[in-house]
């Protein structure tokens, strides 16, 4: 839990998250260039970001030729969101 936490304690993280997870909503995974175009961020910090993500498991990837396609991990944010309303 306090991995999901410390991953969700920025705020471009949390834009992140949000971005993937309603592009998912819509059936679509998301590459790595498309975080590029939409968010005002060069694609290292962007990339640092995603990293932490992924290490907490919150976003799973899958690789296509050059490309790093994410999508959301909701079982993992699922056990977070219950953890939280027990404390």
């Known amino acids: 839990v306090a ?6 304690s920025h705020p471009v993280r949390i834009a ?3 971005y993937v997870k ?3 909503a819509d059936r ?3 590459c790595n260039k498309d975080l590029v175009k939409h968010f005002p961020y ?3 910090s ?7 993500l992924r290490e907490a498991e919150l976003f799973k990837v899958e690789y296509k ?3 790093s396609f994410y999508s959301v991990n909701k079982p993992v944010m699922a056990k977070y969101l219950k953890a939280l309303k027990e404390i």
């Open 22 to 24: 309603n592009k998912n």
């Open 3 to 8: 991995n999901i936490a410390d991953a969700m």
């Open 28 to 30: 679509n995974d998301v």
């Open 42 to 44: 060069s694609q290292s």
């Open 16 to 18: 992140l998250y949000s």
């Open 46 to 52: 962007l990339s640092q970001h995603v990293k932490k």
């Open 65 to 67: 030729d050059k490309f």
